[in-house]
């Protein structure tokens, strides 16, 4: 009998959903940073064996909106809740508990298989790390509770054969050998989005939209090009740079990481414009796919 399922991974920003989920899956899937708020789509990942087929979705972290694209990035979170065969709620030793108790809320009245990742225990001890069982029990009953580390790949293996115990008889839902459902623009907007989130500081990299205008795939080549949006003209100065230093850095940096996922040499051209206050757009928001339904 072959098994296959829906995994969607939620929880609150920079808890560590992303590294997981590249764990589960043995691929660098979702975009992986220091910085709150790395992922802003649901992405998938899927994991095949003879047997089995486990549909992963790592998710944004659940904030309160501030503006219309963090109300898409929470309307993604939500809508994980409603299509999941098994959930993972993800937390780590470092957050309050009570964080986003609305949240937790729709988690806890859920009646699928709730699994509770308590990660980064690599951070605390194991008289702490029992406080924070015994604290997390009453506020989610329901769910399995268990502690791993994603960063150091401790408990992981665990975790893969208990969701495999847990999914439900299914043929598969993709062909064996796909590995996600996103096109490789997606991953390319995104390892240069990555670059701009490590390079910059402050505020300008959550201005920035990164939008693929043209990939174009040879035997031993891939050219392409990329618009990188932000919201004001001196954020366009902070990312080109004085001489244009900025922008090669970032584009050289991303290039490599392109040339390494893709295994194939890239020729990447990146242009900087300005599309005023995007992020409280819907028009704009819904062209670059922040639209959950």
Same mark, same amino acid.
């Given at each position: 009998?072959?098994?296959?399922? %829906?995994? &969607? #991974?939620?929880?609150?920003?920079?808890?560590?959903?992303?590294?997981?989920?590249?764990?589960?899956?043995?691929?660098? #899937?979702?975009?992986?940073?220091?910085?709150?708020?790395?992922?802003?789509?649901?992405?998938?990942?899927?994991?095949?064996?003879?047997?089995?087929?486990?549909?992963?979705?790592?998710?944004?972290?659940?904030?309160?909106?501030?503006?219309?694209?963090?109300?898409? /990035?929470? *309307?993604?979170?939500?809508?994980?809740?409603?299509?999941?065969?098994?959930?993972?709620?993800?937390?780590?030793?470092?957050?309050?508990?009570?964080?986003?108790?609305?949240?937790?809320?729709?988690?806890?009245?859920?009646?699928?298989?709730? #699994?509770?990742?308590?990660?980064?225990?690599?951070?605390?001890?194991?008289?702490?790390? *029992?406080?924070?069982?015994?604290?997390?029990?009453?506020?989610?009953?329901?769910?399995?509770?268990?502690?791993?580390?994603?960063?150091? &790949?401790?408990?992981?293996? /665990?975790?893969?054969? @208990?969701?495999?115990?847990?999914?439900?008889?299914? +043929?598969?839902?993709?062909?064996?050998?796909?590995?996600?459902? @996103?096109?490789?623009?997606?991953?390319?907007?995104?390892?240069?989005?990555?670059?701009?989130?490590?390079?910059?500081?402050?505020?300008?990299?959550?201005?920035?939209?990164?939008?693929?205008?043209?990939?174009?795939?040879? +035997?031993?080549?891939? $050219?392409?090009? *990329?618009?990188?949006?932000?919201?004001?003209?001196?954020?366009?100065? #902070?990312?080109?740079?004085?001489?244009?230093?900025?922008?090669?850095?970032?584009?050289?940096?991303?290039?490599?990481?392109?040339?390494?996922? %893709?295994?194939?040499?890239?020729?990447? @051209?990146?242009?900087?414009?300005?599309?005023?206050?995007?992020?409280?757009?819907?028009?704009?928001?819904?062209? %670059?796919?922040? $639209?959950?339904?």
């Amino acid at each position: 009998m072959h098994k296959a399922g %829906f995994v &969607n #991974i939620v929880g609150n920003p920079n808890v560590g959903k992303s590294t997981l989920m590249n764990r589960l899956v043995g691929e660098r #899937i979702s975009v992986v940073t220091f910085k709150a708020q790395t992922t802003r789509h649901r992405i998938t990942g899927i994991l095949s064996d003879e047997n089995t087929q486990i549909v992963f979705s790592d998710t944004p972290g659940v904030v309160k909106p501030a503006y219309k694209l963090q109300e898409s /990035m929470l *309307a993604f979170s939500e809508s994980a809740l409603a299509d999941a065969d098994i959930l993972l709620y993800v937390t780590d030793v470092v957050e309050s508990a009570e964080k986003n108790v609305e949240f937790l809320d729709k988690v806890r009245r859920m009646t699928i298989p709730v #699994i509770l990742i308590i990660n980064k225990i690599d951070l605390t001890s194991q008289e702490g790390l *029992a406080k924070m069982v015994e604290r997390w029990h009453l506020l989610l009953p329901a769910a399995e509770i268990l502690p791993l580390s994603a960063a150091n &790949n401790f408990g992981v293996d /665990m975790l893969l054969r @208990r969701i495999k115990e847990l999914l439900p008889d299914s +043929p598969p839902y993709f062909d064996k050998d796909q590995l996600t459902d @996103r096109p490789a623009r997606f991953f390319v907007s995104e390892i240069i989005r990555e670059k701009i989130l490590l390079y910059y500081d402050k505020e300008v990299p959550y201005s920035v939209e990164v939008s693929v205008t043209r990939f174009k795939e040879e +035997p031993k080549l891939i $050219n392409i090009e *990329a618009t990188i949006y932000v919201e004001r003209d001196s954020q366009k100065g #902070i990312i080109i740079g004085h001489d244009g230093v900025a922008l090669k850095k970032v584009s050289t940096e991303a290039r490599k990481a392109l040339e390494k996922f %893709f295994a194939k040499k890239i020729y990447l @051209r990146t242009f900087v414009k300005v599309k005023k206050d995007w992020r409280s757009s819907q028009q704009e928001l819904d062209r %670059f796919g922040y $639209n959950p339904v």
